[in-house]
């Protein structure tokens, strides 16, 4: 059986490279150092980090960081398509992993470099997915 943090990414990851708006992306299940500018546009998706808390004696809550970066060449309204993406990213797998308040978006950040004709974009929306766990 796949460990849940495994079960997080694949699901969101399968969700994510199916969006009409990311078609023609690399769609990742990691986060490479550095991306070429050549190898864009790509979306990845990870679980840096968890937390948990207990909510018992014999069960905790699991607090996983989803990350999913997206990140694309643009010209002057870069910013505008990064954001119109992250809404469509943010309320698929708000809707389709959220159940009960299982998945939040806890943070949103754009990043652009460069100016002129061709700049680059970097968006990364980080959801918290909430796991209760079993402790044996």
Do not use: W
Request: aromatic share 2%.
């Amino acid at each position: 059986m796949p460990h849940y943090r495994t079960d997080i990414r694949k699901q969101a990851l399968t969700l994510v490279s199916g969006l009409p708006e990311l078609q023609g992306y690399t769609c990742k299940a990691h986060f490479p150092k550095s991306i070429s500018d050549k190898d864009l546009p790509v979306v990845a998706v990870g679980t840096p980090r968890e937390r948990r808390h207990g909510d018992g004696l014999d069960s905790q809550e699991a607090q996983i960081d989803l990350i999913v970066v997206v990140k694309k060449k643009g010209g002057a309204d870069i910013e505008d398509e990064l954001d119109e993406i992250g809404n469509v990213i943010e309320d698929l797998l708000i809707a389709q992993m959220g159940a009960n308040g299982e998945l939040e978006t806890t943070e949103i950040s754009t990043a652009v470099d460069g100016a002129g004709e061709t700049r680059v974009g970097t968006l990364v929306i980080t959801f918290t997915a909430r796991v209760g766990l079993t402790l044996s």
